[in-house]
């Protein structure tokens, strides 16, 4: 039996399968899945887990280097993008319009995990980073 790290047999095998610029959705309750992702549904109850709960063990676990999400949460849930700031160190965010931009987005994710978050605008899109490359697209040698 596995002892540490992501305990989820799905959730497992999802970062041990990710490959640079593969996609992941951290999703709240209510943001439509696309056809063809995979869905790992973890909601429990209302808020829980929550996004930035599941952001917290997908960054033990992986690189990433890019985080997107609806600039409408900036206004929306100031508190939650403030906590979604301080979490991500050094990986680089990314405003997109809802709509327009972070939907589409979302819609090209390889996997997308669903929590109970009731946060308006609580969604973020994760892009698989390289390890051989630091954290962030440009850094380290190849």
Not at 39 to 60: G, N, S, W, Y
């Amino acid at each position: 039996m596995k002892k540490t790290g992501i305990l989820n047999r799905d959730l497992s095998d999802v970062i041990a399968s990710l490959g640079h610029l593969d996609l992941i959705v951290i999703s709240d309750a209510g943001l439509p899945v696309a056809p063809g992702a995979r869905r790992i549904e973890l909601a429990l109850a209302p808020d829980l887990p929550t996004v930035t709960q599941m952001l917290e063990i997908l960054l033990q676990e992986a690189v990433f280097e890019k985080i997107s999400f609806a600039e409408e949460q900036m206004t929306a849930s100031p508190k939650f993008h403030e906590r979604l700031k301080n979490l991500v160190g050094n990986i680089p965010l990314e405003a997109l319009p809802h709509y327009d931009g972070f939907k589409p987005l979302a819609e090209r994710a390889k996997v997308h995990i669903r929590t109970g978050d009731f946060t308006p605008y609580a969604n973020i899109v994760l892009t698989a980073g390289w390890i051989g490359r630091g954290t962030h697209a440009g850094e380290g040698d190849a």
